[in-house]
């Protein structure tokens, strides 16, 4: 029997709009119980998902220059002596995983997870006017900075270095 043949049988095809969260939560683990491949399954793909997005999360904030926010001169790495189409496919593909971070992100919010990190990296990938006020107001969060100079701590890489606010740009 499948884990929906299981929610269905358990609760009654049809019973789905009156439903109590205490019912559908014992139908799913009574679903997981007869489905141990599944459930380990799931549960070994939930912690590789975690670590990856960890692991993605460190490289990208240790990657930053501590200068970033405070250097008017665009970085020695950017795109720009590259061949038009390289730089617009870079430019689509950057802002596409820019979109789906932020969405993750404020996903994150209200779901486990490090949202506010994710929304903050998103921002940095995306593209659009004021993405440097709206990087810096997020980034004056104490806690948030604390947390992203300890990643760079521990990648061995200098805190960030954040204008003043008065000479923001």
């Known amino acids: 029997m499948t884990l929906a043949a299981t929610v269905h049988s358990n609760l009654g095809v049809g019973h789905l709009g009156s439903i109590d969260a205490t019912e559908l939560f014992e139908a799913i683990v ?3 119980q007869s489905h141990t491949a599944l459930a380990g399954t799931i549960a070994g793909l939930s912690i ?3 670590l990856v997005y960890a692991g993605l999360m460190f490289v990208a904030v240790s990657r930053v220059s501590p200068d970033y926010f405070v ?3 665009p970085p020695a790495t950017t795109w720009r002596g590259r061949h038009p ?3 617009f496919l870079g430019h689509v593909v950057k802002n596409v995983l820019g979109l789906l971070l932020l ?3 404020l996903a994150m919010l209200v779901l486990p ?3 506010m990190l994710t929304i903050v990296v998103a921002l940095m990938l995306l593209d659009f006017p004021g993405k440097r006020r709206l990087t810096l107001r997020i980034l004056r969060e104490r806690h948030l900075r604390s ?3 300890w990643i ?3 990648a061995k890489q200098p805190p960030l270095i954040l204008p003043d606010p008065e000479h923001d740009p």
Do not use: C, H, M, P
Request: aromatic share 4%.
């Open 147 to 149: 947390g992203i100079n």
């Open 30 to 32: 009574e679903g997981f």
């Open 103 to 105: 969405i993750v992100g």
């Open 71 to 73: 250097s008017d001169a």
């Open 48 to 50: 590789l998902v975690v």
């Open 85 to 87: 189409v390289v730089r």
């Open 152 to 154: 760079r701590a521990k």
């Open 113 to 115: 997870g490090q949202g």
